[in-house]
């Protein structure tokens, strides 16, 4: 992202570049959500499950809004 970013500041004014380079921006963003889906979905049941209270977790949601 650096690199397109000092590629977009050495094009000026060009259109084409420019808009080349906001291409390369979107698939660069792309491949980094894809990526960091597939890393959160490798970790699916290497994790221990803990069990949780969702009546206290509400409790304390709810607590939020009333201070």
């Given at each position: 992202m650096g690199n397109l970013y000092i590629a977009k500041k050495?094009?000026?004014d060009n259109?084409?570049?420019?808009?080349?380079?906001?291409?390369?921006?979107?698939a660069i963003s792309n491949?980094?959500?894809?990526l960091?889906?597939?890393k959160n979905f490798e970790m699916l049941g290497s994790q221990e499950l803990?069990?949780?209270?969702?009546?206290?977790?509400?409790?304390?949601?709810?607590?939020?809004?009333?201070t």
């Open positions: 050495s094009a000026g259109v084409r570049i420019q808009t080349c380079l906001e291409q390369i921006k979107i491949v980094n959500r894809i960091d889906f597939a803990i069990p949780t209270d969702v009546g206290k977790a509400f409790d304390e949601a709810i607590s939020l809004f009333l």
